[in-house]
Nanobody
Framework: QVQLVESGGGLVQPGGSLRLSCVAS????????MGWFRQAPGKEREAVAC??????????YYSDSAKGRFSISVDTANNAVHLQMDSLEPEDTGAYHC???????????????????WGKGTLVTVSS
């Protein structure tokens, strides 16, 4: 069974930055994409960003709210995915879950049929 361990969450003021990281177990190499989802209180799950885990494939997905502010990157050698979040807003608050899946499109586009594994999450709070 694949295990995902997220880190990097915390409390940050509006306009600040955070870098989230997720390390997957060795079995994650069987998956084609990695990504981040957000679950905010009282709101539906949202795909934030996804990226292909194949070397040479630069496919990515960003939600409208993440475009221009967030950047996802993958470290295939270490089975890791990172999410650099800049210009954070209170609306970015929530639990950020790392995920593994099939294609970027299938995993990050609703209804996320390509998602195969889900981490426990790291909490991000944007507040002054």
């Amino acid at each position: 069974q694949v295990q995902l361990v997220e880190s990097g969450g915390g409390l940050v003021q509006p306009g600040g930055s955070l870098r989230l990281s997720c390390v997957a177990s060795a079995a994650s190499r069987a998956f084609s994409s990695m990504g981040w989802f957000r679950q905010a209180p009282g709101k539906e799950r949202e795909a934030v960003a996804c990226i292909s885990s194949f070397d040479g494939d630069d496919s990515t997905y960003y939600s409208d709210s993440a475009k221009g502010r967030f950047s996802i990157s993958v470290d295939t050698a270490n089975n890791a995915v990172h999410l650099q979040m800049d210009s954070l807003e209170p609306e970015d608050t929530g639990a950020y879950h790392c995920a593994l899946g099939t294609t970027v499109q299938a995993m990050c586009s609703f209804p996320w049929i390509g998602m195969r594994s889900w981490g426990k999450g790291t909490l991000v709070t944007v507040s002054s």
